[in-house]
């Protein structure tokens, strides 16, 4: 029994169709695209699998823990939460207002730590949670990237803590820094998308299936905890 944040799109919806083909029933959480998690609900039962998608906005403290509590309930338990939900808000220094720094955190940062001690309350042995970070939480490789690299690298110690804090009871926490990856928040034909794949050792974005991949590894294994994991095809070697 899965919850993936943010899972109507891209490396969520990819993570949730991915979780359900290795045998997870899964919740997903979106904002705006309820169509969209429908089609994916729809993905996950077709492989056999249990699916329920609800909004809840990781932004807003009461429907970040909202969200555990309901897929908690639907599912019948919680045995993985995926914190994939992000935004990213880029641009220089002097151009970042005060509203755009605290939607960035409340999203990115207090929203999984909200998730994640919801969750941790609810998991029993075996219990995973999975955080999407991101390249720039390891290695900025321009300007631009205050306020988003901050957010990323919060998740960082967040992850680490969490692997302290729940290691006793079994439960297992992991971080996932994807590189360029082709979605609608970062497209591989956008404007910045040739200086992106340059950057990495493989020459080209990824895919959400790619990223997707590690986090079913990292629900699946239990002998990891409190390890960053990229996913960036070299961006930070
Ligand atoms: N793509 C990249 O190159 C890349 C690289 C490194 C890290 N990441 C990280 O990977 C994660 C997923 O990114 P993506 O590229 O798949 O993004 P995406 O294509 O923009 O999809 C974002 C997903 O998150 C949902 N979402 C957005 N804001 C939300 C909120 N406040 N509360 C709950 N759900 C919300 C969206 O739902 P709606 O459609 O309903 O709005 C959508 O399902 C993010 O944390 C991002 O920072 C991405």
Redesign the pocket.
């Known amino acids: 029994m899965a919850l993936v944040?943010?899972?109507?799109?891209?490396?969520?919806?990819?993570t949730a169709v991915r979780l359900a083909r290795e045998g997870a029933d899964v919740a997903?959480?979106?904002?705006?695209?309820?169509e969209?998690?429908q089609d994916v609900v729809r993905a996950v039962e077709a492989l056999g699998r249990r699916a329920v998608a609800h909004?809840?906005?990781?932004?807003?403290a009461a429907?970040?823990t909202g969200?555990v509590e309901r897929a908690a309930e639907a599912l019948g338990g919680l045995d993985v939460l995926v914190?994939?939900?992000?935004?990213?808000v880029l641009g220089p220094l002097e151009s970042l207002s005060l509203a755009d720094v605290d939607r960035v955190l409340?999203?990115?940062v207090r929203?999984v730590f909200l998730a994640s001690q919801a969750a941790a309350a609810r998991m029993t042995e075996g219990g995973r949670i999975i955080t999407?970070?991101?390249?720039?939480a390891q290695r900025v490789p321009g300007p631009g990237g205050t306020l988003?690299a901050t957010s990323?690298a919060a998740l960082i110690g967040l992850t680490k803590a969490l692997a302290r804090e729940l290691g006793g009871r079994g439960i297992t926490a992991n971080i996932v820094?994807?590189?360029?990856?082709?979605?609608?928040?970062?497209p591989a034909d956008g404007p910045y998308a040739a200086g992106?794949a340059a950057m990495t050792a493989l020459g080209r974005?990824?895919t959400?299936e790619e990223?997707a991949s590690m986090v079913a590894h990292l629900a699946t294994t239990s002998y990891v905890t409190g390890a960053e994991f990229s996913i960036?095809g070299g961006h930070a070697a």
Do not use: W
């Open positions: 944040t943010g899972g109507s799109r891209g490396i969520g919806a990819a997903l959480t979106y904002v705006n695209g309820k969209a998690a909004r809840a906005d990781g932004g807003d429907e970040a969200a914190n994939n939900a992000g935004v990213g409340a999203v990115n929203g999407i970070g991101s390249c720039m988003y990323k820094h994807p590189g360029p990856i082709d979605t609608d928040m970062n992106q974005f990824g959400a990223v960036d």
